[in-house]
């Protein structure tokens, strides 16, 4: 029974973790958005660290 359960957990595993990645990263444009609409500063980065995120951090993207 025990070795049935390890299989089927295993079988699962990788479902899971296409699941993780279906989420859209959180980009630049994201933080503006959640920032101006008033969603608060712990919530966005609570949103940051537990998602993918796609930051572009030059300068000139920055500065927007």
Do not use: C
């Not at 990645?21 to 958005?33: C, K």
């Not at 966005?44 to 993207?61: R, W, Y």
């Amino acid at each position: 029974m025990n070795r049935l359960l390890a299989y089927v957990l295993l079988a699962f595993t990788p479902l899971a973790l296409i699941a993780q990645d279906a989420r859209a990263p959180i980009t630049n444009a994201d933080v503006l958005s959640m920032t101006k609409s008033g969603l608060g500063e712990q919530t966005i980065i609570l949103a940051i660290q537990q998602g993918p995120t796609a930051f572009d951090t030059s300068p000139k993207h920055l500065s927007t």
